[in-house]
């Protein structure tokens, strides 16, 4: 169960979040948790994270070790910061901040892979898309551009997240069916791709307007192994709600 921060908190509120999540999460342990908030707040979300069973992840990261490329952020970076994890092709990075293509997507795959961070890839069709039935061929172009590319060693450590662009930030969540679906033909291009074994290990979070009151239907569908969550994940006492649906 992740919790996507986006550009929200400061390092102070990243302490104040801890100490009232740590607690409503203390006999949690039948799910993996996962924060990713801004990059400046890692050292102390880590910090504050200490001996609690929650992983800390980066919103994004550079292709390259260094070098000069004013404002990127690199795995490595993140890596020494305490980040175990990374976002990978959020879609307001695709469409919104930084336009980027799935060929984007899969070097900073490669990269968070060889800093040891496990990527979240996320995927996921546009509203005009989906209104045009037209879903299917983008989460097919997305696995063929950003995943497809992986060797079989550097798919085994990655988890994708199946987020319509049409449910982020608009509280409208996709119904579970159309989650469990979209989830499927994701699965069945692993499949294709890397076989049967490591089609079905693969991990697939849901990511779009999940909250409290919808995470239970979400929950029961047997191809939802997660959920990214945004707006919901900033507050302690929601996200530890949805983190217990699990
Ligand atoms: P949301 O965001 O839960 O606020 O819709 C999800 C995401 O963008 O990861």
Known sequence: MAGNWKMYKTPQDTARFF???RPLIANVNHCEIVIFPPAIDIPEAVASAANSGIAIGGQNIYWAAEGAFTGEISAQMIRAAGAAWVLVGHSERRHHVAHEADGDVLKKT??????G??????VGEKLEEHKAGKANDVLVRQFAGGIAGL???QFARIVIAYE???AIGTGQVATPDIASNAHKLIRSEAEKRFGDTAAQQLRILYGGSVKPDNIQGLMREPEIDGTLVGGASLDPESFAEIVKAA
């Not at 490669?110 to 800093?115: D, F, V």
């Not at 961070?117 to 996320?122: H, Q």
């Open 117 to 122: 961070l496990t990527p979240v890839i996320c």
């Open 164 to 166: 319509p662009v049409w």
């Open 19 to 21: 100490i009232d999540f």
């Open 110 to 115: 490669q990269a968070a892979l060889s800093a």
């Open 151 to 153: 060797t079989e060693e």
